[in-house]
């Protein structure tokens, strides 16, 4: 069975520090990874999918990068962080061209200070 | 632009109560919709999933039906109980966007709490 993980599961950063999330997928290839930011009573918003190793896309311009070195780890990184970017993030996966349904993973509830 | 609403955003009911929950999309060309329940500080976990071309879907307690022309999802649960207690999020996939991934759109979820 496909699992997904997810960490850390909470960080607490001072404004102006990088940052990395990292996300992997087990029992699965080749899936569809993205990455949501949920801000506190809002809907999640997407922040980038990738459907392969090195193809990253963007759906809001942020202070925030997404990489995916390998097939199935996405990470989120930023090189300073700014209050606004308290959160929790949410990774995510599909299968390419298959029902759809996104499962995912527990997520990372980030305090920027 | 595809935009998701859900009303009411809260909603507490007694224990054993049948509910509906809502969901309006503005844009009726969507691939599929689904539902998903979010418990505190968890990540978001798929009930039903409903392809455009079918009417209701079935799991359960819950049923969720979808009314593309009119651009509504109602999620039913029946014969409600405390461990319901979440929120719940709809989400909709349209049939064409940007790039192969398909991004999903989500409303802002409706918090159920169900009371003992």
């Known amino acids: 069975s496909q699992t997904i993980h997810q960490w850390p599961a909470t960080l607490v950063q001072p404004v102006g520090s990088p940052l990395s999330l990292e996300c992997t997928v087990e029992?699965?290839?080749?899936?569809?990874l993205y990455w949501y930011r949920q801000a506190a009573g809002r809907g999640l918003q997407l922040l980038f999918y990738?459907?392969?190793?090195?193809?990253i896309s963007s759906e809001v311009p942020q202070n925030l990068s997404a990489s995916r070195p390998q097939d199935r780890q996405f990470i989120l990184s930023s090189k300073k962080l700014l209050l606004s970017d308290s959160g929790f993030y949410l990774c995510a996966w599909a299968t390419s061209g298959g029902t759809d349904t996104q499962y995912f993973g527990p997520g990372t509830r980030l305090t920027v200070l | 632009k595809q935009e998701v609403t859900q009303i009411p955003a809260a909603l507490s009911v007694p224990e054993g109560e049948n509910l509906v929950l809502n969901c309006s999309f503005t844009?009726?060309?969507?691939?599929?919709l689904q539902w998903f329940r979010q418990d505190p500080g968890k990540g978001l976990t798929s009930l039903l999933l409903?392809?455009?071309?079918?009417r209701e879907q079935t799991s359960g307690r819950l049923n969720a039906s979808l009314d593309k022309s009119s651009g509504r999802s109602t999620l039913y649960i029946a014969a409600s109980q405390p461990g319901d207690s979440a929120t719940y999020l709809c989400a909709v996939r349209p049939i064409v966007s940007s790039g192969s991934a398909r991004q999903l759109t989500f409303g802002s979820g409706t918090q159920l709490t169900v009371l003992p």
């Open positions: 409903i392809q455009s071309s079918q």
């Open positions: 990738s459907v392969g190793i090195g193809q």
């Open positions: 029992g699965t290839s080749n899936p569809n």
């Open positions: 844009d009726s060309a969507i691939y599929n």
